[in-house]
T-cell receptor, first 113, second 114 residues
């Protein structure tokens, strides 16, 4: 198993542009989580999926953010009209089932200029 | 709400020194507790976990004991190596939260000098 894969690893964009990140979880993991980590802080929960259903969204996830997980496999996180405050590391994690260990990808670092 | 508080870093030690990184938590119900480690340029890796009071998690020479009476989960290692230099995160999940999302502390950077 190759672990959780995130692409791209780095993204630099100009304020106001849209960006999309992709996460490929470990095969057959039915739970997928997105977190955001800013410099010097621990990761903060954004949203999670059980299979293809998005079951919870944090209040951190403004209406400019949208996440999908079609067919319960990979997931995408899109940010529309990016702002400088969106600059952060976006982490994806997957787990085989509830209450189980979460396995993290290496993250996508977003820089908004 | 649920929260985790870690000692601030950086923690700088000489090789073979004893390590303690303090972690305390606030949670409803019966949380599970975790230590994750983040090496430079890599993703978070689970280091150890404990799921109930008095459990001791251990891995790679690191240990932490789930202390319900003091709401603590301090990380310890008897003899650190240069390769242990990384950022360490204490985290919890709550059994009262069906998402089982991780709640993290702010992280403690460890630097081990030869």
């Amino acid at each position: 198993d190759t672990g959780v894969s995130q692409n791209p690893r780095h993204k630099i964009t100009k304020r106001g542009q849209n960006v999309t990140f992709r996460c490929d979880p470990i095969s057959e993991h039915n739970r997928l989580y997105w977190y955001r980590q800013t410099l010097g802080q621990g990761p903060e929960f954004l949203t999670y999926f059980q299979n293809e259903a998005q079951l919870e969204k944090s209040r951190l996830l403004s209406d400019r953010f949208s996440a999908e997980r079609p067919k319960g496999s990979f997931s995408t996180l899109e940010i529309q009209r990016t702002e400088q405050g969106d600059s952060a590391m976006y982490l994806c994690a997957s787990s085989p089932r509830e209450m189980d260990i979460q396995y993290f990808g290496a993250g996508t670092r977003l820089s908004v200029l | 709400g649920n929260s985790v508080t870690q000692m601030e870093g950086p923690v700088t030690l000489s090789e073979e020194a004893f390590l303690t990184i303090n972690c305390t938590y606030t949670a409803t119900g019966y949380p599970s507790l975790f230590w994750y480690v983040q090496y430079p340029g890599e993703g978070l890796q689970l280091l150890l976990k404990a799921t109930k009071a008095d459990d001791k998690g251990s891995n790679k020479g690191f240990e932490a004991t789930y202390r319900k009476e003091t709401t603590s989960f301090h990380l310890e290692k008897g003899s650190v190596q240069v390769s242990d230099s990384a950022v360490y995160f204490c985290a919890l999940t709550s059994s009262m939260d069906s998402s089982y999302k991780l709640i993290f502390g702010s992280g403690t950077r460890l630097l081990v000098r030869p």
